[in-house]
């Protein structure tokens, strides 16, 4: 069980938009920013977003991110087939002292 | 061109011991917080570790407090994790991660680490 609550997966046809939610509370969403991932099995992960709507340089503007209160969203425009993959939020456990990451999204385009 | 190269990982029995190693190059390593982060089979990714650039702070999951102790060396670039008490549960490849909240975010290939008997 997760601190942070993704769900387990989206899909949606090539060209199309889906959404990732992440939903935490006020001791990490609700108290620090939100960070993303997309990540392949047996590979490394990658950040896709940082401080909730930041892309580091080289993530295309097809990605964003955003948030309010307690919940971030991750956004993928344009979908392509490469964009495949399980994506993850993660950000900051005051009350924990600790990292902490949701459950993670398996992202297909159908 | 950024590098983390991990090593150390293998099969391990249960209630034994390993080192994790991550060899680092390509940045600016004694100015990062640098972590482990960790996925066991079918599982998502799990945070482990981070320790501050000089040192100073460590922070660890709860489920591996007392068991495991992560330290770097800056004159070598190179961050370690040392695991004892392992669990099968531990299994799993082990990232080591270059400031974990970015925007420089850097992470290693990974090594994995199999508990079993």
């Known amino acids: 069980q997760s601190v942070l609550t993704q769900p387990p997966s989206v899909s949606a046809a090539p060209g199309q938009k889906v959404t990732i939610s992440c939903s935490g509370s006020s001791s990490n969403i609700g108290n620090d920013f939100v960070s993303w991932y997309r990540h392949l099995p047996g590979t490394a992960p990658k950040l896709l977003i940082y401080?909730?709507?930041k892309r580091p340089s080289g993530i295309p503007d097809r990605f964003s991110g955003s948030k309010s209160g307690t919940s971030a969203t991750l956004g993928i425009t344009g979908l392509q087939t490469g964009d495949e993959a399980d994506y993850y939020c993660?950000?900051?456990?005051?009350?924990?002292?600790?990292?902490?990451f949701g459950g993670g999204t398996k992202v297909t385009v159908l | 061109e950024v590098q983390l190269v991990e090593s150390g990982g293998g099969l391990v029995q249960p209630g034994g011991s390993l080192r994790l190693s991550c060899a680092t190059s390509?940045?600016?390593?004694?100015?990062?917080?640098m972590s482990w982060v960790r996925q066991a089979p079918g599982k998502g990714l799990e945070w482990v570790a981070t320790?501050?650039?000089?040192?100073?702070?460590?922070y660890y999951v709860d489920s591996v407090k007392g068991r495991f102790t992560i330290s770097r060396d800056n004159a070598k670039n190179s961050l370690y994790l040392q695991m004892s008490s392992l669990r099968a549960e531990d299994t799993a490849v082990f990232y080591c991660v270059g400031k974990i909240r970015g925007p420089d975010s850097y992470w290693g290939q990974g090594t994995l680490v199999t508990v079993s008997s």
């Open positions: 993660g950000t900051w456990d005051s009350s924990l002292s600790a990292w902490v």
């Open positions: 390509g940045f600016t390593f004694s100015t990062y917080w």
């Open positions: 320790i501050k650039q000089d040192g100073s702070e460590m």
């Open positions: 401080e909730n709507n």
